[in-house]
């Protein structure tokens, strides 16, 4: 029987020349010991707005939550910060700021109610050991970083088997500041990846 739900990730879709740059960074760290490496064709850069389990029944209800979401926001431009790593991951982070968190906001409790309570299977043993504050966020979002409370917004670049902070030296250093004119929902796989676009949608 096939399953009747999967972990799908909604993710701000970069322009052409900011994935391309994505690319090469991650590309650099292919001689290191890595899960996964970025070439827009199995593993696209992202920046992950709401990752969620979410029940094939209300699959349509989903996608058209998320074209109206798309049709009431307009396009507005994010500043990228400091590469970071943190256990192993390599990414751009990106500076908070209001049009940025309208977007998850209006994504987050829009497209919640329609996950009915799923939570990823990553997540179904956090119960136990995570703190409180992340026990609130999966019971309530299914999603540990809702609203970006924990981690900032990012691109990841990969993730390195053994974590390694000075590889952020050997990285050449990119503006990845751009105007967020798009956004899409992912099929999720190991790492947060996002394998395969289901549909994109366009803001104003």
Known sequence: MPPKS???????????????????VSRSLKKEDVFFILDGKKYFP???????????????????????ISQNIKTFKIR????????????????????LAKLQGEIILKTNPLRAGLLMENDRGKFSTAPTSIKKNLKKYGFSNAF?????????????????????????????????????????????????????????
């Open 46 to 68: 992202h920046i992950t707005i709401y990752m969620a389990e979410l029940p094939k029944k209300n699959f349509s209800k989903i996608k058209k939550t998320l074209k109206l």
């Open 6 to 24: 999967r972990a799908y990730n909604i993710a701000i879709i970069p322009p052409k020349g900011i994935s391309e740059k994505a690319i090469r």
């Open 80 to 99: 990228s910060n400091k590469y970071r790593h943190e256990n192993g991951w390599v990414h751009v982070n990106f500076k908070k700021d209001h049009s």
């Open 148 to 204: 970006y409370i924990f981690t900032p917004p990012h691109i990841t670049f990969s993730r390195l088997k053994k974590s390694d902070p000075k590889s952020l030296r050997r990285l050449k250093k990119y503006d990845f500041s751009f105007n967020v004119t798009r956004f899409g929902l992912f099929e999720k796989e190991e790492h947060g990846t996002c394998r395969k676009l289901v549909k994109g949608f366009n803001l104003q």
